[in-house]
C-alpha cells in the first residue's frame, strides 16, 4: 500500500506535534534574520491542518480541503507555499486513493517548481525549497516507505548542514547575508523538524 488519507492524517498529526515541540527553537532561529515568527507560523499552520484532518479516501480531495485549511491559517509567506503544495497535488490526485511511493518523487518535484514561481526564489538561495530539491533526488523511484523516510531524513540533513555557512539571498534574510552565514535557514529547519516527525513510523503503520 502506498500514500492513502488515512497515512497522510496520521503524518499530519506527527508533524502537528513536532510544530508544538519546535515552536521556540524555529522562533528563535529565525529572530536572527527575520521577524522571529517562524515557530508560531509553523505551529497555527499545523495546529490548523491537525484540527481538519480530511475524510473520505479520495487523495485529490483531501489535499484540496487541506489547502482551503492552509489558506485560511495564516497569510505568511511560508502558510502561502504550504498552500500552494496542497493544491499542486490536489488536481492530479483526484480520485486516487492510493498513491505508489515510487510516483511520490514525481508529484514533489512538482510542487517544488511550484513553490520556486510562486516565491521567486531560485534554487541555491538558500530556502527549504532546497531542501525539498534533494528530497525529491534522493527519494526518486524508491517504493519502500522505510527506505523512502530515510533517504529523505538523510537528504534533509545533509542539505541543512550545507547550507549552513551559506547567506540568505532572498526574503528579509537577504538584507542580513553576511549574518546568516553560519545560521539554519528557519524554513529549512521548519522542514527538517517536521520531516523528522513524519517519518517517524513508516507512512504504511499509519
Known amino acids: ?104 518523487s514525481d508529484y514533489l518535484a512538482e510542487v517544488r517548481d511550484r513553490m520556486l514561481a510562486r516565491g521567486g526564489a531560485e534554487l541555491g538561495d538558500k530556502t527549504m525549497v532546497d531542501m525539498l530539491d534533494a528530497i525529491v533526488t534522493a527519494t526518486r523511484g524508491i517504493d519502500d516507505p522505510a527506505r523512502m523516510g530515510q533517504a529523505a531524513m538523510d537528504s534533509a540533513s545533509e542539505t541543512l548542514t550545507a547550507f549552513r555557512d551559506r547567506p540568505n539571498r532572498i526574503g528579509r534574510a537577504r538584507m542580513f547575508a553576511d549574518r546568516t552565514v553560519g545560521q539554519d535557514d528557519p524554513g529549512m529547519l521548519a522542514l527538517h523538524r517536521l520531516l523528522a516527525a513524519t517519518v517517524a513510523k513508516e507512512p504504511s503503520d499509519a
Open 1 to 104: 500500500m502506498g500514500l492513502t488519507v488515512s497515512a497522510l492524517n496520521a503524518a499530519i498529526g506527527r508533524a502537528a506535534d513536532a510544530a508544538r515541540a519546535a515552536e521556540a527553537d524555529l522562533n528563535a532561529a529565525d529572530a536572527k534574520m527575520g521577524d522571529g515568527d517562524t515557530g508560531f507560523t509553523v505551529r497555527r499552520l499545523f495546529d490548523a491542518l491537525d484540527a481538519a484532518k480530511p475524510e473520505g479516501n479520495d487523495l485529490g480531495e483531501a489535499f484540496a480541503s487541506l489547502a482551503r485549511t492552509c489558506s485560511g491559517a495564516t497569510g505568511s509567506s511560508l502558510g502561502t507555499l504550504v498552500t500552494v503544495a496542497m493544491m499542486t497535488l490536489a488536481k492530479p490526485l483526484k480520485g486516487t486513493e492510493d498513491l505508489p511511493w515510487a510516483d511520490l
